[in-house]
């Protein structure tokens, strides 16, 4: 006998939304790549519905077949009865149990003992990058098939000086109007310290101060995503604490350079929706998210940024959406129009600029072949595009694009919103006396 | 010994393409979901040529076969109410060609309308049916079903587009009509395939007419104090031969449902009914019918008229009468899309009796529908779960089907005939007509194997020795679920 799925209302009242019209089909990702029903957003609802009535056993099949769902939410897009597939499929693999002993270990490993602890992702990164500069993932990498072609390819994580956190308060490097909370991060800061020291420069020259929590890791959203909401319910609440103890000001917006982070914290209220304690606290931190974007692109902001942006040097600019940036946050105007901001560039689109690149948190991890099957018809889209660059705003999507550049061999790069408009401010007046900016900007 | 032909199909399609396990639930209906079964396996065959060698297993085997594309009808067409085998084309997603000179389009069936239209509008051209589930159903699904969509009204169902079609046989022969000529020579078994729902085989490629894209288009909403008013004024500018490509109703259930969703439209929500118009064609023309609506909408009382201003809202107005069955999941779990043909000079008698119908029976119905073909789509909000609506649906569905029958009007307009009024073919045809029927079918499949238990009303030894239906499909499921 297999597991049942414990029945639990709020799952079951949300799967009663879709009256099975089918118009999400054809904009999930792994229904197009596969053509199995159980694999597009109406047949993993039919079968939640199905699974919630005790009409289904969860058994290994449809277990794969709820699991293999990327939760991109490009469905929640499309569908015209607001079906909310993200919030169904993160309950639904709450009480399911993982499908294969990777995602078993990497819930239990990876989620419980490594993202929420900041000391242990220093370790653990700084350990990666040893076995990188050792080129040890290129030795062990055929003996892991596509797995291992996907670690081969992995970013190399920057050395320990560029994973420091960021100072508790940075502040506005223009007339300063605000001041913004910063999430830094679990992966971003590892991984991607110069994306944040970017967001930040483009936040201090809106005129802004950037606090940011320093004991923080991880919001959960990872958590959430991957079938442990328990976790997730306890990432949120240190995360609502270490905003609510921030200095700056009392109800100053949060703002976050991970699309991934952002539509999650957005969400928390949905974490808390049966305690009445935590349930208000949530509202009111989701009530002061927002993206990098979406902020940068309000108000007088982008008129002030804009007045400090310097040409870089040509070049053909392509912005992919990431999925919780687009479907999970309905944000997709505002970064293209502060890469139109930026003299000097082009920027060009991509057909399925809103369709998931296959990173999709640990999805690239599970399912490689997948993974890498979706990504490779972006490759094909980007060249066609003839971009030199391309711009994303999630660390996932981030490794991914740049783990898809170096496999196929392409010169290109994935760059963050944050760091292109970086890098423009950079060639202006005000910084040039302190960096030369490099002669290919 | 079953499991031995299911092995044989996975090596023919490989073994992920063959689904058998506990997902298969997620193939036991489609867009109605009243009506459910389940089969021996789904397979997804990924061209012709696996399609013929499935074919020809299925045939030793004596399987029932249930052909599929996206799984949006809404007559249970393409569900396995009779068992067998699920033979799906969603892996068939090819544009072979596009000829931008002779304006044909070579694709595989599973390859999705909207997406055909996508590909031909670098070359100035697209495809016209437009069913409202024209962003996720299968150009091959629209050839079995003879699809329509609101500009079937000037461009022309389905079956005026379709120039020639591959067809796998239920025996796993092929049938290539793919080098038709338009006007075809000898008998046009083109135009038989195209609407047969399945029943003469497996169409796995199709050839396409393009359109060019019109030079001017134009699109007008009017709001209308009753929905009587409304129909009024369509069968007026019907009988005024009026030149449109599309003449749509809404009413007061359906624009709330809309404007609730993501397709929110800028609907006015006071509106009792809402005419939705569009004209295309050269600028004059296209002004003379807009024109000619303007002064029909006003003679009828139309409190508001607007006129789409730019794409972008051309684009809402549409994308919201599109999104308006899946919207109406705001209302209820479960909705029952009719689909009947009314004489176009009785709309408003026949909307009135249906919403009669629906209040006596204390349902929630929306009416949303293709004014200018006289094709409407009275929908009712229900929730499955509850036996007693159940029953009162069905029965409202079938007196508006048998009310618009009587008054010289048609049970299916575009979704087919499928499991849900196969009953009904006898009100319209006699044993005549329908054992005419059958001999074409029997030509074509003479062990009856292909879709069984749909369309055509029947009792065989086959459809009930495969846990198949009795006479009334529609009255037994509803027992069953």
């Keep these: ?441 | 010994m079953t499991k031995n032909w299911i092995d044989e199909l996975r090596t023919i399609v490989g073994p992920r393409n063959v689904i058998t396990g506990s997902e298969s639930l997620a193939w036991e209906s489609d867009g109605l979901s009243l009506v459910r079964g389940m089969g021996q396996a789904i397979v997804l065959p990924l061209d012709t040529e696996e399609t013929v060698r499935v074919m020809k297993l299925l045939a030793r085997e004596g399987v029932p076969v249930v052909p599929r594309g996206a799984g949006t009808g809404l007559t249970g067409g393409a569900t396995p109410v009779g068992g067998g085998v699920t033979v799906g084309t969603a892996r068939m997603r090819e544009i072979f060609t596009i000829d931008p000179v002779g304006r044909l389009a070579h694709v595989q069936a599973g390859v999705v309308n909207s997406d055909l239209s996508v590909a031909a509008r670098p070359h100035g051209l697209f495809y016209a049916p437009d069913p409202s589930s024209q962003a996720a159903c299968t150009l091959g699904g629209n050839v079995a079903n003879n699809s329509g969509g609101p500009h079937c009204f000037m461009h022309g169902s389905t079956t005026r587009h379709v120039r020639g079609v591959k067809l796998v046989d239920a025996e796993g022969q092929v049938l290539d009509l793919l080098a038709s000529p338009a006007d075809p020579e000898g008998l046009d078994l083109v135009g038989l395939i195209t609407g047969s729902e399945g029943m003469f085989g497996i169409v796995t490629e199709v050839k396409l007419n393009l359109e060019p894209l019109p030079e001017e288009v134009q699109t007008i909403i009017a709001v209308f104090p009753s929905l009587d008013a409304a129909c009024d004024c369509v069968s007026e500018a019907i009988a005024a031969h009026i030149e449109a490509s599309a003449i749509e109703i809404l009413d007061k259930l359906t624009i709330a449902a809309v404007e609730d969703s993501i397709f929110a439209a800028g609907y006015p929500r006071e509106a009792e009914a809402l005419l939705l118009v569009e004209a295309e064609g050269g600028a004059l023309e296209v002004q003379e019918t807009i024109d000619l609506v303007l002064q029909l909408a006003r003679k009828h009382g139309a409190m508001e008229i607007r006129s789409a201003q730019d794409k972008a809202e051309r684009a809402r107005l549409w994308a919201g009468r599109k999104g308006a069955f899946g919207a109406m999941g705001r209302v209820a779990p479960d909705l029952y899309v009719a689909d009947v043909v009314a004489p176009r000079t009785r709309l408003r008698e026949i909307v009135a009796l249906a919403i009669e119908i629906a209040e006596e029976r204390n349902l929630r119905l929306g009416n949303v529908f293709h004014a200018g073909d006289g094709n409407l789509h009275p929908n009712i909000a229900y929730d499955r779960r509850d036996e007693d609506e159940v029953r009162r649906v069905l029965e409202a569905g079938q007196l508006i089907m048998e009310a618009c029958i009587e008054r010289g009007g048609s049970l299916t307009g575009e979704h087919g005939v499928g499991v849900e009024k196969m009953t009904h073919m006898c009100d319209l045809f006699d044993d005549d007509d329908l054992n005419t029927m059958h001999r074409v079918r029997d030509a074509l499949d003479p062990k009856r194997r292909m879709n069984p238990t749909k369309v055509l009303p029947l009792r065989a030894c086959r459809e009930v020795r495969n846990g198949g239906l009795p006479f009334s499909p529609m009255g037994n499921l509803e027992a069953k679920t």
Aim: with cysteine; glycine share 8%.
């Design chain 1, 1 to 441: 006998m297999s597991t049942a799925i414990r029945s639990l209302p709020l799952d079951y009242d949300l799967t009663l939304d879709c009256i099975h019209c089918g118009l999400c089909l054809n904009s999930c990702p792994t229904y197009r790549q596969s053509g199995r029903e159980s694999e597009g957003p109406r047949g993993r609802i039919h079968l939640m519905r199905a699974l919630a009535e005790g009409r289904l056993e969860a058994d290994q099949d449809c277990v794969e077949a709820l699991d293999s769902c990327l939760v991109c939410r490009n469905c929640e897009t499309v569908c015209p009865a607001g079906v909310q597939f993200g919030a169904l499929m993160e309950s639904a693999r709450d009480h399911l149990p993982a499908p294969g002993l990777l995602a078993r270990g990497l819930r239990w490993f990876g989620f419980r003992l490594v993202l929420p602890h900041r000391r242990v992702l220093g370790f653990l990164a700084g350990a990666v990058r040893l076995t990188q500069l050792l080129r040890l993932p290129q030795v062990i990498a055929p003996l892991l098939g596509q797995r291992g072609i996907a670690l081969a390819h992995l970013p190399v994580f920057p050395e320990a000086n560029k994973r420091r956190s960021l100072p508790p308060v940075c502040p506005s490097t223009s007339e300063r109007t605000e001041a913004v909370g910063m999430l830094e991060g679990c992966v971003q800061r590892q991984l991607y310290g110069d994306v944040n020291r970017a967001t930040v420069a483009v936040l201090n020259a809106c005129g802004a101060d950037v606090h940011t929590p320093q004991d923080h890791a991880c919001c959960g959203a990872l958590h959430a995503h991957n079938g442990d909401l328990d976790e997730a319910r306890r990432l949120a609440q240190k995360t609502i604490q270490a905003f609510e103890d921030l200095d700056g000001e009392p109800d100053m917006q949060i703002v976050l350079n991970s699309a991934g982070c952002g539509a999650h914290m957005a969400e928390y209220p949905r974490l808390f929706a049966e305690d009445p304690l935590w349930l208000p606290r949530a509202d009111a931190f989701a009530q002061r998210v927002i993206d990098f974007s979406a902020f940068v692109a309000q108000d007088q902001r982008a008129e002030r940024l804009k007045k400090q942006l310097a040409p870089l040097a040509p070049r053909k600019v392509a912005w992919d959406d990431p999925c919780h940036l687009c479907h999970g946050q309905g944000i997709t105007a505002e970064p293209r129009a502060l890469l139109d901001l930026i003299p000097g560039i082009e920027r060009v689109e991509m057909p399925s600029s809103g369709s998931c690149c296959g990173s999709a948190g640990i999805h690239a991890l599970l399912y490689p072949a997948e993974s890498n099957q979706l990504l490779d018809a972006k490759l094909e889209e980007f060249t066609r595009s003839e971009a030199d660059v391309l711009i994303t705003a999630n660390p996932g999507c981030q490794m991914q694009w740049h783990g898809g550049f170096s496999r196929t061999g392409k010169a290109a790069r994935p760059q963050h919103l944050a760091e292109i408009l970086a890098a423009s401010l950079a060639q202006g007046p005000q910084v040039v006396s302190k960096t030369k900016p490099p002669t290919k900007g």
